[in-house]
């Protein structure tokens, strides 16, 4: 098994283990900025006997996580025993339902009622599951199940004259982390998880734009590529003080993924349930439930 520390280069050999292992996925955690995002300052790049895992650590607890892994499952199994720590868990992250019998035959279990991945939230960002739309569905907002969004959609263009445009590291990074930066003190650790996203250059698997008016930056997105099917809404950052802007915002990122070709849109899992009725009103076509495992042996 060989460990090294995980950079931006390891992105093509990610997006190589995807093509093969996962090539219409649909799924958050088969993104290269979750990988990065999920990693932190503290990742590693596993592999082991042609497959390749990513492993992240808690600051708050230490335990290791393996946030994703592209390959057999017995191998899975290999990595986790190597990382075990006397002091620390092995967490693997993202498992489908379809792989806990077979991972929980290979030394892993599930959560017990007291544990918890973090102080606040047990599964994270999984407590409600990923919400996937259509793209081309969206962008037509037809009948009653699009009626709350098509008003708070409406609302948003009238309040909001907005201008659209790529981002770009070198022009707008230092507007969009002090915006960053206002986020953080309403919503505690934007700034830590998105901080990232702002070095990042448009190119063909990811799209960061900014939304301003009179040259004043309100917002930022960036998508990032899951397959050649769907796309994953990564990065949100946005003045919070601005009533219905992230609908909007939301919107025009789907409309210019359209526009570059792909047919859905992951907005993630959610931590609260309030979180999860907002993306709700774009009319998922598909939820993504994952759990974590615990590693025993």
């Excluded at 006997?49 to 393996?66: A, C, K, P, T």
């Excluded at 498992?95 to 599930?110: H, Q, W």
């Excluded at 606040?120 to 990923?130: G, L, S």
């Amino acid at each position: 098994m060989k460990i090294t520390d995980l950079t931006l280069e390891h992105e093509n050999l990610f997006q190589k283990y995807i093509s093969k292992y996962r090539p219409n996925s649909f799924r958050f955690e088969n993104s290269w900025l979750y990988i990065l995002q999920a990693c932190r300052k503290k990742g590693k790049l596993v592999q082991i006997n042609e497959n390749i895992g990513f492993i992240g650590e808690n600051s708050e607890n230490s335990n290791i996580s393996i946030v994703n892994y592209l390959g057999d499952l017995d191998n899975l199994s290999n990595i986790a025993k190597n990382l075990k720590d006397n002091n620390k868990k092995v967490i693997y992250k993202n498992a489908t339902f379809e792989e806990v019998p077979v991972l929980i035959k290979n030394g892993f279990r599930r959560y017990y009622p007291e544990e918890k991945w973090s102080h606040d939230f047990k599964y994270d960002d999984q407590t409600y599951p990923q919400q996937i739309v259509d793209l081309e569905e969206l962008m037509i907002m037809s009948g009653k199940n699009y009626h709350e969004a098509r008003r708070n959609l409406n609302f948003a263009r009238k309040t909001y004259k907005i201008v659209v445009e790529d981002y770009s590291p070198d022009i707008h990074k230092e507007s969009v982390k002090r915006l960053l930066e206002k986020q953080d003190i309403s919503i505690k650790g934007s700034y830590e998880s998105q901080q990232m996203f702002l070095d990042f250059s448009n190119n063909e698997t990811k799209n960061a734009l900014i939304y301003k008016t009179d040259d004043n930056i309100l917002g930022f997105t960036i998508v990032d590529k899951i397959s050649e099917l769907c796309c994953a809404a990564s990065g949100l950052i946005y003045d919070t003080s601005l009533k219905g802007f992230t609908i909007l915002m939301y919107y025009l990122a789907a409309q210019k993924s359209k526009e570059r070709g792909f047919s859905f849109m992951n907005f993630q899992g959610s931590e609260t349930k309030s979180l999860d009725t907002w993306k709700r009103k774009f009319n998922p076509v598909l939820s993504v439930r994952n759990t974590h495992l615990i590693y025993e042996n």
